[in-house]
């Protein structure tokens, strides 16, 4: 195995990233090249809180990451999504683009929706909130088996402020 694990190849002490048909093809691994339609269909099923659809688009091992965090567990990222519905229960992903090459998908969102809920610790606006954010998708044998999501939770923290008080 080459130094930096099996995707990357060591060619005069330089650490090259193999693309993704090779690194399939390599792992015995089958590249879906259909992988947009899947991947619209989770944007679906998160939208419509359809998780038991949303779980049968990935795959048994997959991976979410979110900034520092990764989960391997498809329940667990589920129940954080419904955390956040619990806050924002009309939250609405819309995806802006999406583009897909060699089983990966990227996809550019903004997901709106109304603060009637805590998310973190906060006490509940009523506010209309929207996020930006990606998403890529990586998709294998038909299933979402590893994704990236980047969002600006920055911004949203911003959007949950409490309004100064007049008295200030």
């Not at 650490?15 to 690194?23: G, N, Q, S």
């Not at 659809?53 to 419904?82: I, K, P, Q």
């Not at 990966?104 to 606006?125: C, D, K, Q």
């Amino acid at each position: 195995m080459p130094p930096g694990g099996p995707s990357s190849r060591a060619t005069d002490g330089i650490r090259r990233v193999l693309p993704p048909r090779e690194l399939s093809e390599r792992h015995n691994l089958r590249v879906s090249t259909d992988a947009k339609p899947i991947v619209a269909a989770y944007w679906q099923a998160y939208n419509a809180a359809e998780w038991d659809a949303l779980r049968g688009l990935v795959a048994e091992d997959y991976v979410h990451h979110s900034g520092d965090a990764e989960s391997h567990d498809v329940d667990f990222f589920v129940a954080g999504a419904m955390g956040l519905r619990a806050a924002f229960p009309d939250v609405r992903v819309e995806v802006r683009d999406m583009v897909a090459e060699e089983g990966r998908v990227a996809v550019r969102w903004v997901a709106r929706a109304t603060h009637t809920g805590s998310l973190f610790g906060e006490i509940a606006t009523g506010r209309p909130v929207a996020i930006d954010g990606a998403t890529i998708h990586r998709v294998v044998d038909g299933l979402i088996a590893e994704d990236w999501e980047v969002m600006n939770e920055g911004a949203l923290r911003d959007q949950l402020a409490a309004e100064p008080s007049a008295t200030a």
